[in-house]
C-alpha cells in the first residue's frame, strides 16, 4: 500500500536535514566572512590608515557576531509579521 505525500507531509528526518544544513551555511559565511574582514582589514586599514593588525579569530568573532545580529534582526521582523496577520 503506497502513501503518496501531499503538501502536508513531510519526509522523515529532512526538517533536521535542513536545519544541519542551514547551520553549516552559517559557519561557512562567517568563515569566509572573517577571512574576508582580515584580507580586508590587512590591506585597507594597516597599510592606508595604519590601524594595527587584527587576527583571525577577531575577525571571525565580529562575522560571527555581526551574523547573529542579522539573524536575530530577522526572527524579530517575521515573528512582528505573523503577530500582525494573526
Known amino acids: 500500500m503506497s502513501e503518496t505525500l501531499n ?15 542551514q547551520i553549516l ?10 577571512v574576508a574582514l582580515t584580507w580586508f582589514w ?3 586599514a ?5 590601524a594595527p593588525e587584527i587576527r583571525f579569530s577577531d575577525a571571525f568573532a565580529g ?3 555581526l551574523l547573529c ?13 505573523s503577530r500582525h496577520e494573526a
Do not use: D, K
Open 25 to 34: 551555511r552559517v559557519i561557512l559565511a562567517a568563515l569566509v566572512a572573517g
Open 63 to 65: 562575522a560571527l557576531a
Open 7 to 21: 503538501s502536508n507531509t513531510e519526509i522523515p528526518g529532512s526538517r533536521h536535514q535542513r536545519n544541519g544544513h
Open 42 to 44: 590587512a590591506t585597507a
Open 46 to 50: 594597516v597599510e592606508v590608515f595604519g
Open 69 to 81: 545580529l542579522a539573524y536575530g534582526c530577522g526572527v524579530a521582523f517575521a515573528m512582528g509579521r
